[in-house]
Structures are given as structure tokens and as C-alpha cells.
């Protein structure tokens, strides 16, 4: 019989035109949002495929009591209760790494956008600013040095980039012996402290988990340089965000660039500052990730049943 597939978030067509022309699977698709909402649909599906959004919570296994495995189009899996799965024996499946050239690109983005201050003269550009003055007080990237908290795929890809721009890179990661970090192109430093004291421009990729939810708060942030740049483009709870924008508004930051948060989307109020920007859990969403990702879901969900 075919396996009842549910699919609870919106996933490439790469991946639902394959599943559904694919008889060992009996499809449903319904995208949902809220807990509550995927402990509703979920009912007798074997296979779940989920987004980093949904909340897959012991509430919502519980209700699932035939699942067997959840596939995740994405790298981190913080928002699946991993004590409940690993109690019940489910198997999650995820893509660690497949989006991170996106993710990549836009952290450089960030940084082009910050150090060059390109909202606050796109700001008086709009108000009727002609001012140009001080653009030499602006510098490029090689001016810059880069600190990057995990080295995996997004930190190396990061640090790549980086280097095409002639910035001094530096990492902090202690899950990689020295021969992979100096073949990711980063210099090592033995800790966060010693990597935030030569820092100006901090960027965060790693997992949320025990050891790093606030593992950037008000301390780490006081180590940084006056007017360093902090860019999180991880999971919203690596970073303490109130300490960050009290240190914006305090002078010691020169800019914060906010791709996720906690929760999401943000309860908080964000001030108007150019100094700040932020977008909406955008930067591994591409036309070629989102491809990709669907592309080895599916071979990764048939590999399994293989």
C-alpha cells in the first residue's frame, strides 16, 4: 500500500510534481502555520515534510501515532521536538548545507550595505538628500575583519566571499580539527572572547541548541570594537536582539543586520534606525536553493524507503 505522505509546508514543485507522480506515496498537501493547526491535519501520516516554521511538538507528534519519518527542507531542525522523536523512533531527514550559498550571499550583502551605509543614504536620497560629503569616511571590505562563529557550510561559504573581497577572516568552531579549518579559509581562534576582541565585523551560523541560544548577549557584545557590525543570519535565539539594539542605541554598534528571530515572524518593535536592517527569513530562499532543495528531498525521502 502507499505510504500517506502529508506535506505541511510549501515545498518546491521540484519536490511535490515527483512525489505525486510517484505511486508509492499517497499525497496530501496542506500547508499549515501554527501548532495547533499541524496537530489538526497530521492525522494517520506516515512521512511529514515540514519547514523550519512548523512547530512539530510532542502536541503534534502525539497526534501523529503512525509517523515514521519527518523530512525537512532545510538545515536546522530546532523546531522539531528531537527527545519526543527519538523516543518514538522516528527518523528526521534534513538538508544540511543545500541553501547555504544563498544564505552566503546575502550575509555579504549585509555586510557591502552596512559598512557602506547604503539605507541611510538611500534614506535622504528619498528625502530630497543630496549629500555626499562624507562618503570617504566609508570604507571598502578589506578594511574590515571578519569573525565568524561556525565554520560549517554556511561560515566557510562566508568565509569564501570574504576573502574574494581581501578581509581578514577569523573563526571560532571546536567541532573542526585544524587540517578543515585551514582548508576553509579561516584563520582559528581558541575562543569566542579572543574572537570578538578582533573583530569589527561579527556574523553567526550556527544551530540553535543548549550550547549556543544567547550565545551573543550584552557581555560578548561590550567585547566587540566600538562600532562593529553583528549580522545574524542563523536562528533568531543565537543572538540576545534587545542587548544588540540597546548597544546600537548606545553608540557601540555601528550596524545590525536581522535575518530571523524569535519567534517569527518578530513580536517585538524594531526602531527606525538605517542603521538596522532586517528581512523576513529571506536569505536561503532563492530560485536555485529552493530547486535544489526540493530536487534532494525527494531523493533523500526514496533513498530511505530504499
Known sequence: ?????????????????????????????????????????????????????????????????????????????????????????????????????????????????????????????????????????RHELSHFRLGIIGLGEVGRRVARLASAFSMRVAAFDPYLDDATFAARGARRVSSIDELLSSTDTLTLHVPLNGETSRIISAPQLAMLPRGAYVINASRGGVLDVQAALDALAANQLGGIALDVYEPEPPAMKFPDDPRLILTPHVAGCSTEAKASIGAKLYEKLVAFYS
Open 1 to 137: 500500500m502507499p505510504r500517506k505522505l502529508l506535506i505541511a509546508a510549501d515545498v518546491d514543485r521540484t519536490f511535490t510534481d515527483r512525489v505525486l507522480r510517484d505511486a508509492r506515496f499517497e499525497v496530501r498537501h496542506e500547508p499549515v502555520r501554527t501548532e495547533a493547526d499541524l496537530a489538526r491535519v497530521i492525522g494517520d501520516a506516515e512521512i511529514l515534510v515540514t519547514r523550519a516554521y512548523n512547530d512539530v511538538t510532542r502536541r503534534v507528534l502525539d497526534a501523529a501515532p503512525h509517523l515514521q519519518l519527518i523530512a525537512q527542507g532545510t538545515s536546522g531542525t530546532d523546531n522539531i521536538d528531537e527527545p519526543t522523536v527519538r523516543e518514538r523512533g522516528i527518523t528526521v531527514i534534513s538538508l544540511p548545507g543545500e541553501n547555504a550559498n544563498a544564505v552566503a550571499e546575502l550575509v555579504l550583502g549585509f555586510m557591502i550595505a552596512l559598512t557602506r551605509t547604503v539605507p541611510f543614504y538611500d534614506r535622504q536620497m528619498r528625502d530630497g538628500i543630496w549629500q555626499r560629503d562624507d562618503c570617504a569616511t
